[in-house]
C-alpha cells in the first residue's frame, strides 16, 4: 500500500495495476509514436508524445514507449536500464507510469527522473507528486518536489530528501 499525504494515492495505484501488466522487458529503444526532437544533442534524446508528455531518455538507455490502447497517448516508460526525465504538464488529464525491473513510478502532472540499474530503481521529483511502488509487493511511498526514494526489491519504501549534488548529477545526465 502507498503511503497516502494530502493528496489521495487511489488513483494512482489503479494505473499501477492497470499498465504493470505490460511491463515486459523492452527488447529495443520503441517511441509508440512520440516524435523525436531534431535539435537535440548532447547526452540524452527528448521525445514530445503530444498531450501535455514530454519524455528524456539518455542515449544508452534500453526503453520503450507503451501505448497500449493504440490511441495515440502513451500510459507507460519501461525503462530497463539507464536513466529518463518525465514532464507532464498540469491539468494534461492523464497518468503516466515509469516502469521498471524494481519500481513502478506513477504520476499526474510533474515532472521526475527515474535511473534503473541492475540492483536499484532510483527517482526523484523536480516538481508536482510522484507514486512509488516496489515490484513484487510492500510498502510505496508518495513523494514530493526534493524528494526521492532507492527501490532495491519488495519492502517499505521511504522518501527522502535528496541533495543538491545527488539530484543535480541525475539532472546533468539530460544536459540539465
Not at 119 to 129: H, L
Amino acid at each position: 500500500m502507498i503511503r497516502s499525504s494530502r493528496h489521495a494515492a487511489s488513483g494512482l495505484l489503479a494505473v499501477v495495476a492497470a499498465v504493470a501488466a505490460l511491463a515486459t522487458p523492452a527488447a529495443a529503444q520503441s517511441n509508440a509514436g512520440c516524435r523525436p526532437d531534431p535539435a537535440a544533442t548532447g547526452p540524452a534524446i527528448t521525445l514530445d508524445c503530444g498531450h501535455g508528455l514530454r519524455i528524456t531518455v539518455e542515449r544508452s538507455a534500453a526503453y520503450a514507449v507503451v501505448d497500449g490502447n493504440s490511441d495515440g497517448r502513451p500510459e507507460a516508460l519501461r525503462l530497463d536500464r539507464g536513466a529518463a526525465l518525465v514532464k507532464v504538464d498540469p491539468g494534461a488529464g492523464r497518468g503516466f507510469q515509469i516502469l521498471t525491473p524494481r519500481a513502478v513510478a506513477s504520476v499526474r502532472g510533474t515532472e521526475w527522473a527515474v535511473d534503473a540499474a541492475s540492483d536499484v530503481t532510483s527517482v526523484f521529483v523536480v516538481s508536482g507528486r510522484v507514486a512509488v511502488a516496489p515490484r513484487g509487493g510492500g510498502s510505496g511511498v508518495v513523494l514530493q518536489a526534493g524528494e526521492g526514494v532507492d527501490v532495491r526489491g519488495p519492502g517499505q519504501q521511504r522518501a527522502i530528501r535528496w541533495g543538491a549534488a545527488r539530484a543535480a548529477a541525475l539532472l546533468a545526465r539530460f544536459g540539465r
